[in-house]
């Protein structure tokens, strides 16, 4: 299997259920991201793993915890969500965090809801 | 602070021609991106400009003016597979990707 690929494609839960979001890439590729995209919003970055070391964390609360094992896989552990933060969750990975281009290929990500 | 706008939603006709316009203000600039997005499926890589001028690549052309905090995405031949989300990326100093909201392209035949 080729690209990334990201599971479940729909999660639904209520506030106080855990569950983790898993993302698979198999590109070769040693950068790895998780983005939130909202209805009429733009992507919101929430964590970026370079080389399996976190770079990134843009304020995002603990209820959402990163965690990545090896360059090709990134998981993302939920707890305690709030009902606004259903949403798009999108995995992304790119050769490394910043070079050239630096094309990101996306999953189709995973929809979750929280009720 | 930082901000990319393009329109929310644009109409067209199949086999016309639409430019989807984009314009940012961002602390420094190191590149624009052009992505496409189906309902329900990932974002795909389109085109990047860092320097200024058209980037031609088939059917899609992206265009950009560095002076003026400008691009566009010029699509031809438009084709129902066309109809989906574009988005607007820039680049900023610190190599952050700044998003735009995206606009949603519908193809009537």
């Known amino acids: 299997e080729t690209g990334v690929t990201q599971t479940p494609r729909h999660l639904v839960m209520g506030m106080t259920n855990k569950k983790s979001l898993k993302c698979e890439q198999h590109?070769?590729?040693?950068?790895m991201y998780w983005y939130k995209q909202s209805a009429k919003k733009p992507l919101e970055l929430m964590f970026v793993?370079?080389?399996?070391?976190?770079?990134e964390n843009n304020s995002v609360p603990s209820r959402f915890s990163p965690e990545c094992p090896n360059s090709s896989h990134l998981f993302l552990h939920l707890h305690t969500l709030q009902p606004e933060d259903s949403a798009l969750y999108l995995c992304?990975?790119?050769?490394?965090?910043?070079?050239?281009?630096?094309?990101?290929?996306f999953g189709a990500g995973s929809r979750l809801t929280v009720l | 602070g930082q901000n990319i706008d393009q329109p929310t939603e644009m109409t067209a006709t199949e086999g016309a021609i639409v430019q989807i316009n984009c314009t940012y203000q961002t602390s420094g600039f190191n590149g624009l991106f052009w992505y496409q997005q189906h309902a329900g499926e990932a974002p795909t890589f389109l085109s990047y400009n860092v320097l200024d001028g058209l980037e031609e690549k088939g059917r899609f052309s992206s265009f950009l003016s560095r002076s003026k905090g400008y691009s566009y995405l010029l699509l031809k031949e438009l084709q129902m597979k066309d109809s989906a989300s574009y988005l607007c990326a820039v680049r900023d100093s610190n190599y952050q990707l700044i998003w735009g909201a995206g606009t949603k392209l519908i193809i009537k035949p």
């Open positions: 590109l070769g590729h040693n950068a």
């Open positions: 992304a990975s790119s050769q490394t965090e910043v070079i050239g281009a630096n094309v990101l290929t």
């Open positions: 793993y370079n080389f399996k070391e976190q770079t």
